[in-house]
T-cell receptor, first 112, second 114 residues
Framework: EAQVTQNPRYLITVTGKKLTVTCSQN?????MSWYRQDPGLGLRQIYY???????DKGDVPEGYKVSRKEKRNFPLILESPSPNQTSLYFC???????????FGDGTRLSIL | DQQVKQNSPSLSVQEGRISILNCDYT??????FLWYKKYPAEGPTFLIS?????DKNEDGRFTVFLNKSAKHLSLHIVPSQPGDSAVYFC?????????????FGTGTRLQVFP
């Protein structure tokens, strides 16, 4: 089954404790992205990647890092999480630059 | 500054009637528009798209209309079904060949009641 898998689905942690949200897709997609969804703000892009070793900032990259060492994986790293990063996060992938994106089921992060 | 706006946070429609979800945008350079549907505890799923060279695109019960002069698009669902109850996001991009960078609206929650 074609899917985008995010882990964990839920996480409660404390300020400053580094965390990684993993994202993996099994569709051999070139493009992958991370979004956060906040009330009243919709989905905002954090980072995106056009291929292995190629990443670029989205609209709200501050406080986040990403890497794309393999085509299928695109982890989101919060080196020093803060409460304003409490949000619902989505990873997405698409076949190429013109294809619609396929989203994972989301990761709800709470930073205390 | 919100470049893509969905001014109605919620909409309630009776089953069998038409649902009309609206979206406005401010950037006249946007060239490609998409609608996504999102159920609770799931990620958004692609629904339908339209290029700026068209003013209408239809797929079954779903039709998207684009009015470039008004910078407005709308999604029509007819007839509406209870399974259509979800949050709908419109999204826009500057380049139809690069939909990796999308600007999303804030979403409209549609409830279809029997």
């Amino acid at each position: 089954e074609a899917q985008v898998t995010q882990n964990p689905r839920y996480l409660i942690t404390v300020t400053g404790k580094k965390l990684t949200v993993t994202c993996s897709q099994n569709m051999n997609h070139e493009y992958m992205s991370w979004y956060r969804q906040d009330p009243g703000l919709g989905l905002r892009q954090i980072y995106y990647s056009m291929n292995v070793e190629v990443t670029d900032k989205g609209d709200v990259p501050e406080g986040y890092k990403v890497s794309r060492k393999e085509k299928r994986n695109f982890p989101l790293i919060l080196e020093s999480p803060s409460p304003n990063q409490t949000s619902l996060y989505f990873c997405a992938s698409s076949r190429d630059s013109s294809g619609p994106q396929h989203f994972g089921d989301g990761t709800r992060l709470s930073i205390l | 500054d919100q470049q893509v706006k969905q001014n109605s946070p919620s909409l309630s429609v009776q089953e069998g009637r038409i649902s009309i979800l609206n979206c406005d945008y401010t950037n006249s350079m946007f060239d490609y528009f998409l609608w996504y549907k999102k159920y609770p505890a799931e990620g958004p799923t692609f629904l339908i798209s339209i290029s700026s060279i068209k003013d209408k695109n239809e797929d079954g019960r779903f039709t998207v209309f684009l009015n470039k002069s008004a910078k407005h698009l709308s999604l029509h669902i007819v007839p509406s079904q209870p399974g259509d109850s979800a949050v709908y996001f419109c999204a826009a991009t500057l380049n139809p060949y690069n939909t990796d960078k999308l600007i999303f609206g804030t979403g409209t929650r549609l409830q279809v009641f029997p």
